[in-house]
């Protein structure tokens, strides 16, 4: 049997995109959308996902709808070939998630480790939203309303993924072959699971204001990697440097290809290279005598070079945005679209499809016309 590919992704509107997403999953969705080897392509504003922290700061949610479609856009996402759309326009997803829920445990929901972080890092000590908490069964509904079996994630969604096959194997065990087992795909470049705040902790975060963005501008993209964060102990240039876990270098393992190396780094008179790969210039680091800056200002250059045309993208997309929105409203509907038809067959799988159920219809019917004989 020919077993369609369908992808989806998606991200939850809090905030514009910044570098993080894009070695994460931007670059890979663009990459997998040209490769033209699936059947259809999804990426979901996870609007509604976003309420569940924020229900009472709506706007925030709304306002960043448009930010992370213009940042999707501007970095090559193809409404012809992938159908943006938004959750909140798809209610047939809160159908799918209200069956979902029956099968899952509560005490399986706070084994979650990715919620478990999220429960700490928002303080919600004994006052978790229970939308909150239940949000990787909606999750789940996003992924099988599509037949989605491809799922470009960053690390901290295998959790979510994993969950969902739970439910789809669960379904199909008590209703019958019905769902979609997904599975996650992660990006191959190591260092892209997660690239590090532009001050060395863990992780890019908005709230810990060490992010460079995709709309950043060409000035406050330079001020950012010049107060970029290095090896702490690395003070004179002569000193030998650490590259493992420097902030700088994993930029630069990110981004860098061999021809930034060839176009920064010639000498214009002598024609000759002085590094020709990351590899030769970690290891003068290493040995002492690469000052900071100099790697800085190399990968100012990188970067610029990466964000020069989102940016300029950007700039024509954000002339024209009720045509944005419109993109993502004929996204919608598409995605409307076949979420009804998953809704269908889920019910039907069930049993809850009265409409059509003529055999239960003719039960009923047997069943009182018996009880009506006995009584004359
Ligand atoms: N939870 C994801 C995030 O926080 C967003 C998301 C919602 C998602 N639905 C999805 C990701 C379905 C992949 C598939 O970024």
Same mark, same amino acid.
Do not use: W
């Given at each position: ?18 570098? /993080? ?80 829920? *029956? ?72 209703? /019958? ?5 997904? *599975? ?48 702490? *102990? ?53 040995? /002492? /005598? ?87």
């Amino acid at each position: 049997m020919y077993m369609s590919n369908i992808i989806l992704t998606g991200d939850r509107p809090t905030g514009r995109l910044h570098l /993080g997403h894009l070695v994460g999953s931007l670059f890979q969705r663009v990459q997998l959308q040209d490769s033209e080897s699936y059947d259809e392509m999804y990426i979901e504003i996870a609007d509604a996902q976003a309420t569940t922290d924020n229900s009472g700061n709506i706007k925030k949610v709304k306002d960043n709808v448009i930010e992370v479609a213009l940042d999707y856009l501007s970095c090559g996402i193809n409404p012809e070939k992938c159908t943006i759309f938004l959750q909140s326009e798809v209610p047939e997803l809160s159908d799918l998630t209200f069956y979902y829920m *029956n099968l899952v445990t509560l005490s399986r929901l706070q084994r979650n480790p990715t919620i478990k972080q999220e429960i700490v890092f928002r303080n919600f000590k004994n006052s978790i939203p229970v939308g909150f908490m239940t949000y990787p069964i909606s999750q789940a509904a996003d992924i099988t309303a599509f037949d989605a079996n491809i799922i470009p994630v960053g690390d901290d969604q295998l959790p979510m993924i994993e969950q969902t096959r739970e439910i789809v194997r669960t379904f199909n065990r008590l209703y /019958g072959e019905t769902l979609v087992e997904p *599975n996650a795909v992660l990006p191959e470049n190591t260092f892209c699971h997660r690239l590090p705040g532009t001050d060395g902790e863990a992780k890019m975060s908005k709230s810990l204001g060490n992010c460079i963005y995709l709309a950043d501008s060409e000035e406050e993209v330079k001020k950012k990697v010049m107060g970029m964060f290095t090896d702490p *102990n690395h003070l004179k240039v002569d000193d030998p440097g650490v590259t493992e876990g420097n902030p700088v270098f994993i930029y630069l393992s990110a981004f860098s290809k061999e021809e930034h190396f060839h176009k920064y780094f010639k000498n214009s008179e002598t024609g000759e290279v002085e590094y020709n790969n990351l590899d030769e210039l970690k290891a003068h680091y290493e040995r /002492g /005598g690469l000052g900071d800056m100099k790697v800085k200002k190399f990968l100012n250059y990188v970067l610029q070079d990466i964000l020069a045309p989102i940016r300029a993208r950007r700039h024509e997309l954000e002339k024209n945005i009720p045509e944005v929105y419109q993109i993502l409203f004929r996204g919608s509907d598409k995605a409307r679209k076949k979420a009804q038809e998953t809704l269908e067959r889920v019910k039907t799988a069930i049993g809850l499809n009265y409409r059509n159920d003529i055999e239960l219809i003719n039960e009923q019917v047997e069943k009182y016309a018996l009880l009506h004989k006995e009584e004359n």
